[in-house]
């Protein structure tokens, strides 16, 4: 199964979701097309595998992230959640691009097929905007849903940015340094 799921991110990252193919995942793989629907049902069931494997590693890598200071604005805590967020997809960028590439290049984040997943991304979003207020991290007058609005928004719009100019990960990391100390 492993190896299938290797196999997929890099056939979602090259190829995008219409242009990936099964049977270039299974011949990848060195697995029998049996053994791929012994796995998953079909392409979007992969995929929807690879969405959740990455929704875990986020939460497991945010799971000690705090901002280092108190009391931000909105835009203070973007910024550090965007800089932590390219941390993140320092860890694991293969899966990021896969899944990126589908959701925000493709447009499918905000189709019906992935409305359950917007919807948990804004939910996780107000849920972490609620909790820094509650600890002091975020300007209590901060309005949740204004700013979860605008976090999705950016983000969305910066990952496609780098999805589409093509962004290297230097160039990230310097960013992210520069920004640091501002």
Known sequence: RQAVVNTAIDEFADYGFEGSSINRIVANSGISKGSFYQY???KMDVFRHLMDLLANEKIEFFKDKHPPSTNLDTFEYF???VRTG???SSTCPRLVR???RVLLVEGMYYG???AEYHQMTVDSLAAMIKQAIKNGEVDP???VGLAVMIMDTWMNAITTYIMKEG???KD???WSRSSKTQ
């Open 172 to 174: 990230i990391i310097k």
């Open 86 to 88: 390219m941390e993140f």
């Open 98 to 100: 896969a899944v990126s």
């Open 40 to 42: 998953f049902e079909d």
């Open 112 to 114: 019906k097929n992935f």
């Open 167 to 169: 962004l290297k990960q």
């Open 79 to 81: 910024h550090w959640m």
């Open 141 to 143: 007058s901060v309005d």
